[in-house]
Nanobody
């Protein structure tokens, strides 16, 4: 079955950096667009970033643009989220998701990894 396993979360200080990874298995990774989403306590899920299967196209949520970078390594079936200049409001559970080509929605989701940013 499809598995998406996030790692790299933890505690960071304001202004610091973290790098999240999401290892995928059970799907044709190189044919899937990948995304990162997050959910803070008491809030709805928020779009963070997405990357196309070929890495040609990326897009970011307005709150992270210029600070976060999404990338992928199709040889390793892994997608990354480099988070710089972290702010307290970046505190959330971060989820990766996969959208197989020709699908209109993200069909597979990971269990999430906690990111906590404190001053």
């Amino acid at each position: 079955q499809v598995q998406l396993v996030e790692s790299g979360g933890g505690l960071a200080q304001t202004g610091g950096s973290l790098r999240l990874s999401c290892a995928a298995s059970g799907l044709t990774f190189r044919s899937s667009d990948m995304g990162w989403f997050r959910q803070a306590p008491g809030k709805g899920r928020e779009f963070v970033a997405t990357i196309s299967w070929s890495s040609v196209d990326t897009s970011y949520g307005s709150s992270v643009k210029g600070r976060f970078t999404i990338s992928r390594d199709n040889a390793k079936n892994t997608v990354y989220l480099q988070m710089n200049s972290l702010k307290a409001e970046d505190t959330a559970v971060y989820y990766c998701a996969a959208r197989p080509i020709r699908s209109i929605k993200y069909e597979y989701w990971g269990q999430g990894t906690q990111v906590t940013v404190s001053s």
